[in-house]
T-cell receptor
Framework: AQSVTQLGSHVSVSEGALVLLRCNYS??????LFWYVQYPNQGLQLLLK??????LVKGINGFEAEFKKSETSFHLTKPSAHMSDAAEYFC?????????FGTGTSLTVIP | GAVVSQHPSRVICKSGTSVKIECRSL??????MFWYRQFPKQSLMLMAT?????????EQGVEKDKFLINHASLTLSTLTVTSAHPEDSSFYIC?????????????FGEGSRLTVL
């Protein structure tokens, strides 16, 4: 069975500070991992994904995530937060058929 | 990139009426589309999987007679909320996958906010 845990439903960072959003997964098969961002009253937009190969994945808007199999983690980071990064972030795992979403992390950026 | 379009983005209706939401894959064919419901400040709840040319597969606890799903073509799935009541008010999001199975990501529509008075 697959599941996703996002630690911290709310994260606040100062503008220019490091962003770290945590995601741990459970999967009985090699997972495909995704991070999505959702702005108010909008659908979800793909930030990045890990399928195979390089474990450090770079996405849009300066975000990146590292797949760590030993830790079953796929944390999302960005070196310097921007005001426009304020949004809801969802981590997801797929077994190739179904998608399983975490409960989301709301990111607030403080000017 | 792939685009999924949802319409309408906002709809207000009276209690007891039915509302139809459309989900279209604009530049790819989607044999499978997914319908989610999202409550404020919460994650997505998968309602059903819409399969082109066949019946939708509903998740446990989702009333299939309440939420009618039709996937008449490879680019269009519709969700009809029948006899809507205030508790049906929510944000509904559809998604589609360009590639069946494997590592393909989900592409999401813009969402439809339903308010039932």
């Amino acid at each position: 069975a697959q599941s996703v845990t996002q630690l911290g439903s709310h994260v606040s960072v100062s503008e220019g500070a490091l962003v770290l959003l945590r995601c741990n997964y459970s999967s009985s098969v090699p997972p495909y991992l995704f991070w999505y961002v959702q702005y108010p009253n909008q659908g979800l937009q793909l930030l990045l994904k890990y399928t195979t190969g390089a474990t450090l994945v770079k996405g849009i808007n300066g975000f990146e995530a590292e797949f760590k199999k030993s830790e079953t983690s796929f944390h999302l980071t960005k070196p310097s937060a921007h005001m426009s990064d304020a949004a809801e972030y969802f981590c997801a795992v797929s077994d190739g058929n179904q998608f399983y979403f975490g409960t989301g992390t709301s990111l607030t950026v403080i000017p | 990139g792939a685009v999924v379009s949802q319409h309408p983005s906002r709809v207000i209706c009276k209690s007891g009426t039915s509302v139809k939401i459309e989900c279209r894959s604009l530049d790819f064919q989607a044999t499978t589309m997914f319908w989610y419901r999202q409550f404020p400040k919460q994650s997505l709840m998968l309602m059903a999987t819409s399969n082109e040319g066949s019946k939708a597969t509903y998740e446990q606890g989702v009333e299939k007679d309440k939420f009618l799903i039709n996937h008449a073509s490879l680019t269009l799935s519709t969700l009809t909320v029948t006899s809507a009541h205030p508790e049906d008010s929510s944000f509904y999001i559809c998604s589609a996958r360009r590639l069946a199975g494997g590592s393909g990501e989900l592409f999401f529509g813009e969402g439809s906010r339903l308010t039932v008075l």
